[in-house]
């Protein structure tokens, strides 16, 4: 494996580059100047909100390109490069799906903040460590703001409890089981891999020149995008699938180690 022609380095945020504890490494940041020395361009892609990514990376925010609400909004140094947001019609038909189903904890997610009905006080609680811009609105329908996405919370399952009740509306929208307990659905082009392809297209990076870490079914699009693909051990088997390398668990420093080897 060579990775002396890497030019640009993705990753995702939970499960991939955050431990199990929310965090982001010491070691990290230290590998972050060495990316910088070499002028290789870093790019964080989340489910996460805008504001909770920066939040995690605050201390390099203005050297990082930043793929929020899985590919639905581009942002560099606070500025939009794309936005791509769902419309009314299909923002309804998605509330109507959800509010058949028991348990489950919709958050309608806008460029800068998100809106939820706060029925449960546990979920509120949870809430804050993806969303540290949110507000508290009695009628999710009644919301004027424009939607990027709509992200679905179960406490125990989301593949389980969810997924198969939204997934009849795969092929006129983009429906992600984008961890254990989300779904997110969004416009069929607001997913990751689309919003990489126009960050490689603006800097002028091939497949040769990329370096992709994953490890959930959001992550695919962008993964299949890259020669340098990294599963994380922990890993949806899906993922598994399609990227070409594995590497340790996010608890087991695995984006570190190979940022080291390059």
Not at 128 to 135: A, H, N
Not at 168 to 183: A, F, M, Q, R, T
Not at 221 to 240: I, R, T
Request: hydrophobic share 40%; charged share 25%; net charge neutral.
């Amino acid at each position: 494996m060579d990775l002396s022609n890497i030019k640009m380095v993705v990753t995702d945020m939970d499960g991939t580059l955050l431990n199990s504890n929310h965090e982001v490494s010491d070691r990290f940041f230290k590998l972050f100047e060495e990316l910088r020395k070499r002028k290789i361009h870093f790019v964080a892609a989340s489910g996460r909100q805008y504001h909770s990514m920066v939040d995690k990376l605050n201390s390099i925010k203005n050297d990082v390109l930043f793929i929020a609400e899985n590919g639905a909004i581009i942002k560099n140094k606070g500025d939009n490069l794309l936005s791509t947001p769902l419309n009314k019609e299909h923002l309804n038909r998605i509330l109507n799906t959800v509010s058949k189903l028991q348990d489950v904890h919709p958050v309608l997610c806008a460029s800068n903040k998100a809106y939820v009905n706060g029925s449960s006080k546990k979920f509120i609680q949870l809430l804050k460590e993806y969303y540290t811009q949110f507000e508290i609105v009695e009628n999710l329908s009644l919301v004027a703001d424009e939607v990027l996405k709509v992200a679905i919370y179960h406490f125990e399952n989301s593949e389980e409890f969810i997924y198969p009740s939204v997934k009849d509306l795969e092929g006129i929208l983009k429906v992600k089981v984008s961890g254990s307990n989300w779904v997110d659905i969004s416009h069929l082009n607001a997913h990751k891999g689309y919003a990489l392809k126009k960050v490689m297209k603006e800097y002028n990076i091939s497949s040769n020149e990329l370096l992709v870490f994953g490890d959930y079914n959001n992550d695919i699009e962008m993964l299949s995008l890259s020669d340098y693909s990294f599963a994380m051990a922990n890993a949806h088997p899906n993922v598994k699938k399609v990227a070409k390398y594995e590497t340790a668990s996010n608890n087991a420093f695995g984006v570190e180690k190979i940022l080291e080897l390059l």
